[in-house]
């Protein structure tokens, strides 16, 4: 039996022995690129550790029948099983291989003890159909022989972490685990980062992502910080794109070998971490390994000195399009007519239709890009024949905004004069990754549209305890989000149902028409397409919360709206039910009928803004029977800044949960429009007057004992507002369908990193 293989006698076969990480480490040594050097502790050896030691049954029956879903339970089960592998001693053969290895590593570099990285390499992880990604432990900075020895049977012991356990449970892996480690000389590295082959960003084959930042890498593949961003085309090597953060401290080894964390002084923290000469350097490496395994791939390089080193190298396992997007010239040379706010990611091309409404649809057909001023709930049936649209008005959490991102659908706002830049006929591209809208058709775009795209590999999924929501309101599209990693809808939105149920007619209208039974068949057919798709996850839906000047653009809405100045703050929500009753009674109506079938349909009340109101919407909700449903959970939306003051008596008077609604908060906090493109620099969810708002509404949540939530994209978008969200003790966050993945990878992250700050912080008290 073979206890320890080095890098050059193994490769991308050895899987079995190696591991993911250690035979695609093999395969890069093999393959002629700067890799450090090293070796891995074969899974083998750890199958021949759990034998001798007596261990193999005694895992066996301390997991068997374990509840996953109950998280508790499987903490404790790991952590008995993680302490019974580590506390056993190793066996004398596999210990002096290692060890005979590490002093064969120390004599080639001249130096008693080397530092180096103790990787744990499961031989599922790193694959095509999962990547474990952080499940397993991964050491730095080890140093000497006794720590390695430690560190390796941490490594072992990983395999039953409790995300491991639940991971594999989930993806049905259902073999017994076994896992490699690899043993690599540190790269003591003054920058470091990652690199996709593949840009994951906007799903194109042709465009190559590099992020970095000072000192170890752990900094980014951590999320501690904010990585510069430099995006390359691979067909003539040209920096696409560069973005330049702000890196506010870095990670190095000190004299001890120890992990240290440095604060950089401004101008540091907002220097380019990479010169051009060592971006096309990474990226060169980037191409050959591409080239050499066949198939986009997810890397870490780190530089120490002038020398640049690969870390590692993985498939993808995003979503990545198969369809190579170029334009007919080269895309400096396509005119560019006009520029606004990319608001939903992506390319679409067709011919321009410039609508002043959404009745009067000038002809419009499947595949036009359509162009108006604003859109508003009535022109969901026109942006759902659309190729993309384009916006006049509005910032990235505009209706167009909000409703392309959910639809998959290129758009571009904030442009403030598309309607008279774009004549009708006009055929253009819109590129809502960029927020730019160019002249004609890109070569490959209509054969993108046609062909559709290949998905290489399914995202990993990842456990976190803040649980994971997404905001709906197209039934249509139910189906297919409920195959992803989501716990639930935490926002359904009620309008665009209620126009296709009503036709384009005010629902007012309908109820003079004596038409009410036909509005509520309809809407609760609508309704249950979301609760059995989602069944038995919980589904939040928000009460109708039309605008004034919405409701009058339907058919006969003059009739029954006034004219209001500022609609955004005028005649909606709560206070709207308890002044025209009628229409909110139907609405009850139909969440008692789809409850008696689906009993995970919940209500939430918008824009409440006292308690009086609140109390007597409360009362219309008891009277319609639904007060009688215990298993209902009633909630607010807390959008306007009164909410902090009235939280507490929302609580006593039977409210189960809140959702922040952020964009109405942020606009209502700092006096911004959010539908302004004038003012949209000033709309920023994680402005501090926003921040303690949220905080204070978090915690008195947590005081009074009910749930919060929040529905935005700023946890998506920004760590650093995840981590803070996390550490208030958000129960859930809510985002639209296109950042799933990202949300629940920042959310995962600022979990990680505060029970590290935990764990430091307990260390430091013992000592």
């Not at 890498?217 to 067909?235: F, M, Q, R």
């Not at 006096?671 to 004038?678: K, L, N």
Request: glycine share 8%.
């Amino acid at each position: 039996m073979e206890i320890v293989k080095w890098f050059k006698d193994i490769g991308k076969a050895d899987v079995s022995k190696a591991g993911g990480k250690g035979a695609n480490l093999g395969e890069l040594v093999k393959a002629g690129l700067p890799v450090p050097p090293g070796y891995v502790i074969t899974a083998q050896a750890y199958l021949l550790f759990i034998t001798e030691s007596g261990l193999s049954q005694k895992i066996v029956h301390a997991i068997e029948g374990i509840d996953v879903d109950d998280t508790s339970a499987l903490q404790a089960k790991a952590k008995d099983v993680q302490d019974l592998i580590i506390g056993s001693e190793m066996p004398a053969t596999i210990k002096s291989e290692i060890l005979k290895a590490y002093d064969e590593m120390a004599s080639k570099d001249s130096v008693k003890a080397p530092f180096v990285a103790v990787r744990s390499s499961a031989t599922m992880e790193d694959s095509e159909q999962a990547s474990f990604a952080g499940m397993n432990a991964t050491f730095l900075n080890v140093h000497g022989r006794e720590d390695l020895i430690r560190k390796v049977k941490e490594c072992w012991a990983s395999l039953y972490g409790a995300r491991v356990i639940s991971y594999r449970a989930k993806k049905e892996f259902y073999d017994e685990p076994v896992i490699a480690v690899v043993v690599q000389k540190m790269v003591n590295s003054d920058k470091a980062g990652v690199m996709f082959t593949a840009n994951p960003r906007n799903n194109n084959l042709n465009s190559l992502v590099i992020e970095g930042a000072f000192g170890l890498g752990e900094v980014v593949v951590g999320g501690l910080v904010a990585p510069d961003y430099y995006e390359i085309d691979k067909s003539n090597m040209k920096v696409r794109d560069t973005r330049i953060s702000h890196k506010n401290f870095k990670i190095i080894r000190d004299e001890k070998g120890n992990n240290k964390n440095i604060d950089l002084s401004e101008k540091e923290a907002s220097e380019q971490v990479l010169k051009d000469k060592e971006i096309l350097q990474i990226a060169g490496l980037g191409m050959k390994i591409e080239q050499h395994y066949g198939s986009p791939q997810d890397t870490e390089w780190a530089i120490e000195g002038n020398t640049v080193f690969m870390l590692q190298s993985r498939p993808i396992t995003t979503p990545i399009s198969s369809v190579k997007v170029e334009s007919e010239k080269p895309e400096e040379e396509s005119k560019e007519l006009i520029r606004g706010l990319g608001a939903s990611p992506g390319r679409g091309s067709g011919e321009v239709r410039v609508l002043v409404s959404p009745d009067r649809d000038n002809g419009f057909e499947s595949g036009d890009v359509l162009v108006a001023e604003m859109t508003t709930p009535d022109w969901v049936p026109l942006m759902m024949k659309a190729s993309a649209i384009v916006t006049d008005g509005g910032g990235v959490t505009c209706h167009a905004a909000i409703v392309s991102r959910e639809m998959g659908l290129p758009c571009v706002v904030g442009t403030r004069n598309a309607t008279k830049v774009l004549k009708d006929k006009m055929l253009v591209t819109v590129d809502g990754t960029h927020g730019t809208v160019y002249e004609g058709r890109l070569k490959d775009d209509k054969k993108a549209k046609d062909k559709g795209t290949e998905v290489i590999a399914k995202s990993a999924p990842i456990v976190t305890a803040t649980k994971l929501y997404v905001n709906l309101a197209m039934p249509h599209e139910a189906e297919r989000i409920a195959k992803e990693d989501v716990d639930g809808v935490g926002l359904l939105r009620a309008e665009f149902m209620v126009i296709d149920a009503c036709d384009g007619i005010h629902p007012r209208q309908l109820i003079e028409e004596g038409k009410s039974n036909q509005f509520v068949d309809a809407m609760v057919r609508k309704l249950r397409i979301f609760t059995r798709a989602f069944y038995p996850r919980p589904i939040i839906y928000r009460a109708i919360d039309f605008r004034t000047n919405e409701f009058r653009n339907l058919r006969g809405g003059d009739k029954y709206e006034t004219v209001e100045q500022n609609p955004m703050i005028g005649f909606r929500g709560c206070y709207r039910y308890i002044l025209n009753p009628d229409l909110f009674e139907l609405e009850l109506k139909v969440i008692q009928k789809v409850r008696e079938l689906d009993k995970n349909l919940h209500l939430m009340i918008p824009f409440v803004r006292t308690l009086w109101e609140f109390k007597r919407c409360k009362k219309l909700i008891d009277d319609s029977g639904l007060g009688d449903d215990r298993d209902m959970q009633l909630w607010v939306m807390a959008e306007v800044p009164s909410v902090i003051y009235w939280l507490e008596d929302y609580a006593k008077a039977g409210i189960n949960g809140v959702s922040i609604g952020s964009n109405d908060l942020t606009q209502l906090m700092l006096g911004v429009d959010r539908d302004s493109e004038i003012c949209a620099p000033l709309f920023d969810e994680r402005d501090k007057a926003v921040q303690e708002a949220i905080k204070s509404i978090v915690k008195t949540c947590h005081k009074m004992g009910i749930t919060c939530s929040i529905c935005g994209q700023a946890p998506s978008y920004y760590p650093d507002f995840a981590e803070r969200l996390v550490e208030w003790g958000i129960t859930s966050v809510s985002v639209n369908p296109d950042v799933i993945d990202r949300a629940r990878h920042n959310v995962a992250a600022a979990e990680q990193r505060m029970l590290l700050k935990l764990a430091r912080k307990m260390t430091a008290s013992e000592e």
